[in-house]
Structure formats: structure tokens, C-alpha cells
């Protein structure tokens, strides 16, 4: 315990918020959650269920009318063939990841971990015995893992590569070229997989996200999809995720879920299911919200000098080099966010809790009007 970091993102949120109540007038660009509302067919749907008495136990594994949604869902976008039996629903994608890597990895087990990461991919390995290898990427390349740069890091030990795209946090989309290529390292190296699509749908300018396993032929028996509600339906509170692998596997994380945990929530599996069987509008207005977004904040930080981003294909990051104004004084990304933050009033989270030094994450997931007063003091601050 004494050695398991905590969240970045969350440590950063507490302290905005404890400005906040104070009196201060923070700006929070820090934690990676939609602004928006739930739906309301979904709030409905959780109310109902409610009211039906659906407040007990469920499997293990979810209900099974949300897990043939999820399969349902993943079919129709992915079209690979998917069963129930594959999916298994977990209390968040959080821990539909710790699952997986629990269910996957003896000790000492390497991970490919292209930085920058997620903050909690690393410490999640390590919970779960294994060993995070971070490979370094570069801005020139979009933050894009390379297949030479995967292949030259592979060793005996070697057991698994972690994938997330749209990614969190630089807010980058492979193309099915650049993931197929590392599909092709895998099947050579016999490597699992663990795709984090949580962002999936949260694409721009016409994009499409392609799913990994769907890539090349093999991928499917290697792979385990990870995805949830969270972002796409604005439902980070609901804690709802889920795991799509194969039967076997789904059945061990099945298994470990109903030691650890017993079930996700009940409501929140019927509010899940709501979202997915439902309406999906909310969905799109809420990309094309956040495609504006994206837009107002590349131009402006692209506009200040010494700044440089990569192409931001969806999620609602931008993470963003400030190694020049680090040099002027000095310091670390950690030590300017504390600094902006005492100064300026607006919460980032530096690149250092994301593998990455030298660069900070900004979340787009706030009003156009918070987004133009945040940038004004960013660029304040950088020329200051």
C-alpha cells in the first residue's frame, strides 16, 4: 500500500474543489467527466426500477438482459459475433480493468504501457502482481505507439499490451492501419490484449474508432474489450462497465467479481441498460458539443507561443507540451499546475502522473464560456 500512488486526477479535483468552497472562483479542467446531465429516459429507467423493488443481488456477471445488450450493442458497431456469455458487467471500467488484470497476470508479468497513460494503468498492474513496462512516445508521432518500438521491448516475460483509444489523455484515435500493425506484434509475440474503449463514441470530425480485435483474424481470442457507460451517456457516478472476452475468461472475471464484489448495482444496471436499449440522440449532441469544444481549445492553445498538441480525434483531452516555459523556470508540470493553480485559479493535471513530463492535461469537458476564461489564464500565466 505503501507503494500504490494515488489518483492524480482526483488528488488535483479535491484541491479545486476545496478552493472552491472557500470562496474562490476555480476553474476545474482537471477530471475526465462529462458536464452534462444523465439522459432522462435513463434517470427514468433507474426510478422504475427502483419502484419494481429490483434492489437485490443480480449475478454476478450482471443481468442478463444488460449483458445481452452490451453484446447486442458491441455487434452492431463492431460486427464481430458476440454472446452474452462474453460480457461481464463490473462496478466501472476501473474495475472491469482490475479484473482483467487479475484474472491474466502471475507475478512478475510484463505490460506494455505506451506513456502517456491513464493514470491508474500502471498502479492497477502493480495491484495486480504485474509489472508495467512504459514506453515512451512522441508528440511528432501523435503520442501513437509505434510496432518497432513494441517489438524492441518485448522480453521472456513479456505477457500482455495495453491499448487505449481514443486515448486518455492526449485525446488521440488510431487509425485501423496503426492499430492493425500492432495486432500483427501481438499474434507474433502471443500477447493478450486489453483494449480500453471507453471513449469510443466520442469521436470527431467523421472519424470512426475502430474496435482491435476486430483488425485482424486471431485478435478476438487474444482480446479483452473494455467499455462502459461512464462517458458515452454522461454516467460516471452510475459505475457501470464491463469487460467482452472470451467465454472462459469471462467466466474466471465472473468468478473473481462475485468474491470481490458480488454485483454492480442494481439500479444502475437498469439505468445502464436504458441507455444502451433507448434513445441514442443524447449521444450525438453531446459529441458534437464536445467536437466544439475541441475546436475553441486547439485553436487557442495552437495560438500560444512555445505550446505544441497533438491532433485531438475525440475523448475531450488536449494534452499539451510546455517544456519551454518548464525550462524558463525551472520546474516541473507538477510545480506549474500547483502554481496555476495559486495563481490563476485553474486546475490541470500535470503530465507527470500521466508518464509524459513536460506536459499538462487539460479536460474540454466544461462550458465554452469556463473553456475561453480557463485559456485566458493558461496563456496569462505562459507569458507570464
Known amino acids: 500500500m505503501a507503494s500504490l500512488e494515488p489518483s492524480a486526477t482526483l488528488a488535483m479535483a479535491a484541491r479545486a474543489q476545496a ?3 472557500s470562496g474562490i472562483d476555480v476553474i476545474d479542467l ?4 462529462p458536464d452534462f446531465p444523465t439522459p432522462p429516459h435513463i434517470c427514468a429507467a433507474a426510478e422504475a426500477a427502483i419502484r419494481a423493488g429490483r434492489t437485490k443481488y443480480t449475478p454476478a456477471a450482471g443481468i442478463p438482459d444488460l449483458r445481452k445488450a452490451v453484446a447486442a450493442d458491441y455487434a ?7 454472446t452474452p456469455g462474453q460480457v ?6 476501473k474495475h472491469a480493468l482490475h479484473n482483467a488484470f487479475t484474472a491474466l497476470l502471475d507475478e512478475g508479468d510484463e505490460v506494455v504501457v505506451p506513456a502517456p497513460y491513464w493514470v491508474s494503468y500502471a498502479e492497477l498492474v502493480k495491484l ?4 508495467p513496462v512504459l514506453l515512451e512516445t512522441r508528440i511528432e508521432d501523435d503520442f501513437k505507439l509505434r510496432p ?10 513479456t505477457r500482455m499490451l495495453l491499448l487505449c483509444s481514443p486515448s486518455n489523455p492526449t ?9 492493425g500493425s500492432l495486432g500483427d506484434v501481438a499474434l507474433e509475440a502471443d500477447l493478450a490484449v486489453i483494449a480500453d474503449e471507453i471513449y469510443d463514441q466520442l469521436v470527431f470530425d467523421g472519424r470512426s474508432s475502430p474496435s482491435f ?5 486471431g485478435l478476438v481470442d487474444r482480446t479483452v474489450v473494455v467499455a462502459g457507460v461512464s462517458k458515452t451517456y454522461s454516467m460516471t457516478g452510475w459505475r457501470i462497465g464491463w469487460t467482452i472476452c472470451p467465454e472462459p475468461l469471462a467466466k474466471a472475471i465472473g468468478n473473481l467479481q462475485s468474491q470481490e464484489t458480488s454485483n454492480p448495482s442494481s439500479i444502475s444496471q437498469h439505468a445502464a441498460l436504458a441507455a444502451l436499449t433507448g434513445p441514442q440522440e443524447c449521444v450525438a449532441e453531446m459529441c458534437r458539443a464536445f467536437q466544439k469544444r475541441r475546436d475553441l481549445v486547439a485553436g487557442r492553445l495552437a495560438a500560444i507561443p512555445g505550446v505544441r498538441l497533438p491532433e485531438i480525434g475525440g475523448a475531450f483531452y488536449a494534452f499539451f507540451d510546455i517544456r519551454s516555459a518548464l525550462a524558463r523556470g525551472g520546474i516541473s508540470s507538477a510545480h506549474w499546475c500547483e502554481a496555476l493553480l495559486e495563481k490563476e485559479h485553474v486546475a490541470l493535471v500535470a503530465g507527470s502522473a500521466f508518464g509524459a513530463e513536460g506536459h499538462v492535461r487539460m479536460s474540454f469537458a466544461a462550458s465554452e464560456e469556463k473553456l475561453a476564461a480557463g485559456l485566458d489564464r493558461i496563456a496569462r500565466f505562459l507569458g507570464a
Do not use: C, F
Not at 461481464?88 to 471500467?93: D, E, H, I, L, Q
Open 19 to 21: 478552493l472552491a468552497a
Open 30 to 33: 482537471s477530471v475526465g467527466e
Open 76 to 82: 452492431r458497431r463492431s460486427g464481430l459475433a458476440v
Open 88 to 93: 461481464v458487467v463490473s462496478n466501472g471500467a
Open 128 to 131: 495486480s502482481g504485474g509489472r
Open 148 to 157: 518497432e518500438a513494441l517489438r524492441a521491448a518485448l522480453t521472456p516475460r
Open 171 to 179: 485525446g488521440v484515435v488510431y487509425t485501423p492501419d496503426e492499430l
Open 213 to 217: 480485435p476486430t483488425l485482424r483474424p
